[in-house]
């Protein structure tokens, strides 16, 4: 059964830092692209960062040089660093694995979801 579980969300001031954990069992790892998403309340599922089969890390332009991914396999884990937090990245994120992402990391299709770990970033 796989199951994928994020934590270290909470609350911070803008400016500040948290990091994101996304652990994942029952899947073999490395053949997975791993994502991170997010949903503010009363918007759409939004793309915020992933890892590509190929190695590539992307990131969506709004968190480009704030938010860093990465992954340590030997742990099944996936991380995501969020420096200069913002009020406006307030959301609950998401960790998502899917075999391959479409090209624009659409929500939809996505394989794997685990159930959200919520960021507030206060003003």
């Known amino acids: 059964q796989v199951q994928v579980v994020e934590s270290g969300g909470g609350l911070v001031q803008a400016g500040g830092s948290l990091r994101l954990f996304c652990e994942a069992s029952g899947l073999t790892w490395f053949r997975y692209e791993m994502g991170w998403f997010r949903q503010a309340p009363g918007q759409d599922r939004q793309f915020v960062g992933g890892l590509r089969s190929d190695g590539r890390t992307v990131y969506a332009d709004s968190v480009k040089g704030r938010f860093t991914i990465s992954r340590d396999n030997a742990k099944n884990t996936m991380y995501l660093q969020m420096n200069n937090l913002k009020p406006e990245d307030t959301a609950v994120y998401y960790c998502?694995?899917?075999?391959?992402?479409?090209?624009?990391?659409?929500?939809?299709?996505?394989?794997?979801w685990g159930k959200g770990t919520l960021v507030t970033v206060s003003s």
């Open positions: 998502a694995a899917s075999f391959r992402f479409s090209s624009t990391f659409s929500p939809s299709g996505i394989t794997y």
